[in-house]
């Protein structure tokens, strides 16, 4: 909800003109009197005219906003169904980066974006920066990433290759084989 002094100039116009044009046109004509009366009579068209516009204004105002919010929805329903699909065909590398985030129990976890499968799963709107967008490109290339918010409920443990409840040790074991080898590093391991 915008605040009063974030409304423009022109909305707060066309509101005035709407509102005093409104008065005067639904008033009875016998509470003006005299040279102002007879004044009002003679531009009463106008006055219903000005009323009309302004009322158009803020149909076609709200009209705009009726369509972006549609538009926005119809959007945001085609990235999660994108999101879910592509999810769905991540190969063994870039489900073991989505595991490192379970793995360490953490949201933000720091990754080389110059990987493959790193950068694939950023172009793809899976991971992001944590603190946005880095300004300058060095050649530090481990930065802080994490899953994207849309991207955060489509990813279950079955998507990910696992099953907490039901693992052997031996597919535990194979898990953590398959971890990417900066993680190791990360962590002070390797």
């Not at 102002?36 to 906003?65: H, P």
């Not at 709107?125 to 994490?146: D, F, N, R, V, W």
């Not at 398959?178 to 190791?184: I, L, N, V």
Request: aromatic fraction near 10%; include cysteine; glycine fraction near 6%.
């Amino acid at each position: 909800m915008p605040e009063l002094r974030q409304v423009s100039t022109l909305n707060w116009f066309m509101c005035w003109l709407m509102l005093s044009c409104l008065m005067i046109t639904l008033l009875p004509e016998r509470l003006f009197s005299g040279p102002f009366g007879a004044w009002l009579g003679e531009y009463r068209l106008l006055f219903v005219l000005a009323m009309v516009l302004s009322a158009t204004y803020f149909l076609s105002i709200g009209a705009l906003l009726l369509f972006q919010h549609v538009f926005y929805r119809k959007q945001r329903l085609t990235r999660q169904k994108l999101l879910k699909e592509l999810l769905e065909y991540l190969d063994a590398s870039e489900k073991a980066v989505l595991r490192e985030f379970v793995i360490q129990r953490r949201s933000v976890i720091k990754l080389p974006v110059n990987e493959p499968s790193v950068k694939n799963l950023l172009e793809q709107g899976i991971l992001t920066y944590a603190y946005g967008e880095p300004g300058e490109h060095s050649l530090q290339a481990i930065k802080p990433l994490m899953i994207t918010l849309e991207a955060r409920p489509l990813l279950t443990f079955r998507v990910l290759g696992l099953n907490p409840s039901n693992m052997t040790e031996e597919q535990k074991s194979q898990i953590l084989n398959t971890r990417p080898r900066y993680a190791y590093k990360q962590l002070g391991r390797g």
